[in-house]
């Protein structure tokens, strides 16, 4: 009986003949059904495939055959698992042909795509615990395709594609031996790896319906092994000179990879956790996470397997110190590609480090310090690679600088998640890490770098000191000047960079004069800052710019105006000049600070005239100078000969330098 056709455009068939005589369950079976003596294999082997095809007609034309033919389905299988399942499993026997337990494993299937409730039926009936099944995940074969063990693999796939939640749940709890195609995938043809990849990640892992504890039953460490070395997946052994074998392991490595990725890098579908305390409670959650980084010698060597390590330790920052345990052993700073593949990987781990949800997940009960200390700034890593590798040449301290300014970055995210105690905690934590570092000698070679036009790392150890400065509130002597005066003199090097590092400077330069009185700007100093291009540029990114730009611009502006002693002590008289910036009087508002700065001596003189004469008119002051003279000098003085010039305890300020410029 032929299980081919059933096509709405192909001719009748035997099996059209034989649902329209009225076939019946029992016709098929009656070999089986009437046989006095031992039937024999292939008798029960032809019978099986019979069945297969009747099952398979129905399941493609339910539509269009009717009730009665689903009904004749339904009833073999009943039929089939009640009265054969000894046989069924008999032929599945290591002795017994390919043949003949292809024939079972076909029906099986059939079976199973009929609908849930007949998949429950094999599920149930069949008896899984027999020795037979174990063979079958081992029966390769080249001839008369496919093979033993591909219909095997067709047959436990054939439940996942049911999306019944009661099917997967009593699939999960029978010994299917499902792990046990894994570990043959190597050998497998392409198709297949990706077929069985492919559902078990979209049937399996991105499913709902299946449990965190049936995916770990299934992917426990003893069988996640196999699945990672799929990403040198081998194929057949092919005769030379074979095409495709390129094209062919390209497209499975990209199956591996996403599959390994959802397995351990998601912590929603894969079988990683979520860990609040980021490794430093009581206990591992993750305890298959550190088997599978423990048992990789030399990750970086792949880009695949690297990776998929970047994934599993993003979606586990708690792994990170066990990834950092086994590159520690090749990072020891030196010019040569095994170092740079080395740092290229922990370089992208700390860049896809979600450090703000580490910090927004911290609470009192945790160690904040740990945290940052292992996590998010790893205290070996910068004392062993970062401060040994900036001291070293430029190939070596230019990555070890990337690398430092990315660990600076993911320490402000995190850092802006915290407050109160914990944000004390997490700060005092970094500057124990970041002692290791020279910030003098970082900062020393920042001429260096600009002179060769190297802007990104001129940007680097700008962002880095910014943090140190004005995020750790820590006392810096630097020669921020100095650095302006390289940055006119390098113009043309610095390109399109120059505006970008002359802010980052002067960012720098108000971070410098807030955090520490004691390194308040002098006259000179400020002279060297306050240029008419640099108070210009500063008003166009405010009157020009959005967003964090212009917010920085404006601080910096406050900070040379302040500092320079022109504005009142309320920051009035700025404020309202900054409100007033636009595009049109930019260079007008530059050229009126710049003459309050510079004429800051003269313009004092007249603030301190025009202050005496407001404070007479107010107090109505009716003595001369000559009369006030007299009173201070006189043997008998109290200060209230001389209270009608003096200004009242609640009088404010009314004028500055900068307002006199401002109406000048």
């Known amino acids: 009986m032929c299980g ?344 992208t781990v700390m860049e896809q480090q979600d450090s703000k949800s580490i910090g927004a997940g911290m609470k009192a009960e945790i160690s904040v310090g740990k945290v940052v200390e292992n996590v998010i700034l790893p205290h070996k890593l910068v004392e062993k690679v970062v401060s040994v590798g900036l001291e070293m040449e430029s190939m070596v301290s230019t990555k070890c600088l990337e690398l430092l300014e990315m660990l600076v970055t993911n320490l402000e995210q995190f850092l802006a998640s915290l407050s109160g105690p914990l944000l004390i905690s997490a700060k005092a934590a970094v500057k124990n890490v970041l002692k290791h570092v020279q910030l003098a000698s970082l900062w020393g070679s920042l001429t260096g770098y600009m002179t060769k036009g190297q802007t990104e790392q001129v940007m680097s150890i700008l962002r880095v000191t910014n943090f140190v400065v004005g995020r750790l509130d820590v006392a810096c002597d630097l020669d921020v000047g100095q650095v302006l005066k390289e940055v006119e003199l390098n113009k043309e090097r610095l390109g399109d960079k120059l505006k970008e590092v002359q802010l980052s400077a002067l960012k720098l330069f108000s971070s410098i004069t807030n955090s520490s009185a004691s390194l308040q700007t002098s006259s000179s100093f400020l002279a060297k800052l306050c240029t008419e291009d640099t108070l210009l540029m500063l008003l166009e990114n405010i009157a020009d710019c959005e967003g964090q730009e212009k917010v920085s611009s404006t601080e910096i502006l406050s900070g040379l105006v302040k500092s320079s002693g022109v504005c009142l002590e309320t920051g009035l008289d700025l404020g309202l000049m900054v409100a007033l910036v636009d595009r049109e009087n930019c260079a007008l508002m530059a050229t009126v600070l710049l003459e309050a700065i510079d004429g800051k001596k003269e313009m004092v003189e007249k603030v301190l005239a025009l202050k005496f004469q407001e404070v007479c008119l107010r107090n109505q002051n009716q003595l001369s100078h000559s009369e006030l003279f007299e009173a201070l000098m006189s043997p008998d003085f109290t200060p209230s000969m001389v209270a009608s010039f003096l200004p009242s305890s609640s009088s404010e300020e009314m004028f500055s330098p900068l307002i006199l410029s401002m109406v000048g």
Request: aromatic share 6%.
């Open 4 to 347: 081919g056709g059933g096509g709405e455009e192909d001719p009748p068939d035997q099996m059209d003949e034989f649902f329209a005589g009225g076939g019946q369950a029992s016709h098929v079976l009656h070999v089986l059904d009437t046989n006095q003596e031992k039937n024999k294999a292939n008798d029960v082997a032809a019978v099986f495939n019979t069945v297969e095809a009747v099952v398979t007609r129905v399941v493609r034309g339910k539509d269009r055959l009717g009730d009665r033919c689903g009904e004749v389905a339904m009833e073999l299988v009943k039929r089939v698992n009640s009265d054969y399942g000894k046989e069924i499993v008999l032929l599945l026997s290591g002795t017994n042909t390919a043949y003949q337990a292809k024939s079972v494993l076909r029906m099986l299937t059939a079976m199973v795509t009929l609908g849930p409730t007949q998949a429950r039926e094999v599920l149930m009936k069949v008896n899984w615990e027999h020795d037979n099944w174990d063979t079958l995940s081992k029966r390769s074969s080249k001839k008369d395709p496919p093979d033993v063990r591909t219909c095997f693999i067709h047959f436990l796939l054939s439940f996942l594609f049911e999306p019944s939640p009661l099917v997967l749940k009593d699939f999960f709890s029978m010994k299917t031996r499902l792990a046990s195609l894994f570990p043959g995938l190597m050998q497998d043809q392409a198709e297949t790896v990706m077929l069985v990849l492919e559902t078990l990640r979209s049937k399996v892992l991105e499913n709902p319906a299946v449990s965190k504890t049936q995916k770990m039953k299934v992917f426990g460490s003893h069988n996640i092994k196999p699945l990672l070395a799929l990403l040198k997946w081998t194929g057949p052994k092919k005769s030379e000179g074979t095409e495709g074998d390129d094209e062919e392991k390209e497209a499975v490595q990209e199956s591996v990879t996403a599959f390994l990725k959802v397995l351990l890098g998601s912590t929603k579908h894969g079988v990683v956790f979520p860990d609040p305390a980021a490794g430093q409670g009581e206990k591992n959650l993750n305890h298959l996470a550190k088997e599978v980084l423990l048992s990789q010698a030399k990750p970086w060597e792949s880009v695949s397997l690297s990776s998929v390590m970047v994934e599993l330790v993003t979606a586990c920052p708690d792994q990170l110190p066990v990834l950092l345990g086994v590159l520690g052993e090749n990072w020891e700073p030196r010019d040569s590609p095994s170092w740079h593949l080395v740092m290229d990987l922990i370089l």
